[in-house]
């Protein structure tokens, strides 16, 4: 009768182990296959009796043994349970994903925890891995992720031109002060406004008078290093912040961008519209109060250039 | 005549529990320190034949009050009795002429075992009359409460200092556990140890058994991680980002699990773990802390703060316990040792 009940209990305990939705395999010390669940059967296509004191390394090349070997040691001789997150490694089996087709994901997302199995002796001979499905969690956290640096990315750029918009620009430019105020470098600051860009809105209609803006931001993308900072500020009124530059090397650059300005005309339909730009130049000084002050010598500049005719810079 | 006995902690939960476990049929006369310099005092007043030595105290510490002993020549013998249990703490004190070394947590047949083998005591090991003349270990005011588990978590951290240490093959410097209830969750007050403007990362983990239950926390400072990496000897990463959460998960899961297994044994529960999370990386300690936390009214909040002095390296473990499973704590702490 004892053994007829013990029959029954193993039996329904197999079942338990079976059917449990988390992989368990149990390793000896020299990483040999002891216990195979039947998920690790249905994920693996491998069957208990085929891996069973095999070692494991043998099956999944993709395990890198001497990591894994470092991460269970301690589990043997600490009897100290180790957790594996799947931010560390997206997996430790190869596995499928559980939903083949809508998952969004061609591997399964894994933690992993390795615990250690007392024997008689009070040794560790036997180490338990668990293999837990994250997949979704995985998922959903790294979507969320990427929304929020795609929502960051639309908090700071100006949709038309691409460039930083005016509160982002400005917060940059707010630090920017404060960093020359403190480390006594020497920065630029360049507002560039369109001219005449009114007369172009009459006579082509505002889609027109986009373009142009656009075709400048481009032109400003394409002239200033990855290190100076661009924004739209106003409406026709871009500004360029180029930190550790005086305005003598500045001065190149904004002629620059005056003569491609001049040499390239806009396509808005059938027309090529011509336009101009006038840029006034700040160096930083240490006079300024604030962040304020560097704006208004630099938009100074920019008036003398447009009572000067326009298509043209003026260093303040 | 009765030997004169020192017991030296600066622990009073720790001195009545190893007074307790002195055995009955010992004739002896108790007196207490509770730091290496009023031991000296005693000793030089003849009250300490044998001495129970802690080595984690403020003051004067177990390794000066040695230092003390050997140069002055002081007539006592050094039985240590320490919750850093790491090899180096051990060399130390026995080349500085200590009798014997016993990791806590003290039980009354450790004692018998060490009395009885250096002839100091060959009786029976029962302490029952001792015990009750010792009286309640604690008494369940706050700061008998706060002692109870701050020696408690002066165990757990030798602990896993000693795992940590296997691993790193490196001494790690053990502070005296920061233990404070606080209120109104502000739990970066029990932090004291962290440097308030660098970047920090954190990984936490919950666990929870015989209605106990709480969170773990390890607080790396930013800065440290190229030398931990270092210690550890990795040289597969290609990328520094893969390489510190490794870095953060392989000293997190040691210290933590060293930890728990050390208060399962005291409390003699297991606790079941549920996997780690990381809790923030590179940000700013009271961003971390404010912004996802529930509210609790009272939370016991221990504080150990690691470091390895000859590479620069300090991170911070917070064993943090809400109040409902503080008490239950509190009530098995006294009752294990009794």
Redesign the interface.
Known sequence: MQGMKDIAEMHWKHDLLGSIEVGIVVLNRDYEVQVWNLFMENHSNIIPSKIRNKSLFEFFPEI?C??FKAKSE?VF?????????W??RPFLFRFGANRPITSGSEFMFQ?I?IFPLASLTGRVEQVCIVV?DVTVQALNIKAVAALNSQLLEISRVDGLTGLFNHRYWEEQFCQEFKRNLRTKTQSSLIILDIDNLKKINDTYGYPAGDEVIRTLAEIVKKTTRETDLCGRYYDEKLTILLPDTGAESVQYLADRICRLVEKRLVQYQQHGIAYTVSLGVAQFDNIFSDHSHWLERAENALCKAKEAERNQVVIA | MPTPVLICDDSGFARRQMARSIPDGWDVDISFAEHGQQAIELIRQGKADVMFLDLNMPVMDGYKTMEVIQEQDLPTMVIVVSGDVQPEAYAKMMALGALAFIAKPIDNQKICDILNQYGLYCGAATSQERTEAVGAVAQGNEPDQLDAYREMANIAMGRAGEQLAKLMGEFINLPIPNVNLITNNEIHMAIEDVKRNAAVSAVSQGFIGSGIYGEALVLFNDSNLTNIGKLLKYNHFSNNEAFELEALMDISNILIGACLNALSEQLHITFSHNHPIILGRHCDIDQLLDTKMVRWDKILAIEIAYSIKSQDIHFDLLLLFPGNAMDIMFKKLVKTST
């Open positions: 890198d001497q990591w301690p001789s600490l009897k100290s349970p180790v957790f594996v997150i931010e560390q933690n925890t837990y």
